[in-house]
């Protein structure tokens, strides 16, 4: 049986989430300045630069929806299990 949902557990996820959100902004700032001020570099080293950023940004973006997805079966497993229980809401 999967241990009880807690107000820790989903606290933790919703700090990860707002953690992947803040990174994910700060990879969009820093790729927005290579665009607005380019830096005097060879052209594919600053290719392979804004790619890292552009990857970086979608692992971002996928590990967020995992925190969201993982929240919510939290969330529906909980009310699932109070609803199972006597006196809940059948």
């Known amino acids: ?6 107000t820790e557990t ?3 996820i919703e700090q990860a989430i707002h953690h ?13 300045l290579f665009w607005e001020h380019m830096p005097p570099v060879e052209e594919e080293v600053l290719a392979k630069r804004i790619q890292e950023l552009r990857d970086r ?3 971002l973006e996928e590990r967020r929806r995992a925190l969201i997805f993982q929240r919510d079966l939290l ?6 299990s109070i609803r199972g229980r006597p006196g809940g809401n059948n």
């Open 57 to 59: 940004i979608r692992d």
């Open 20 to 32: 992947v959100e803040n990174a994910k902004l700060q990879q969009e700032q820093t790729l927005a």
């Open 10 to 12: 989903l606290s933790q």
């Open 75 to 80: 969330i529906i497993g909980a009310a699932s």
């Open 1 to 6: 049986m999967d241990p009880p949902v807690t």
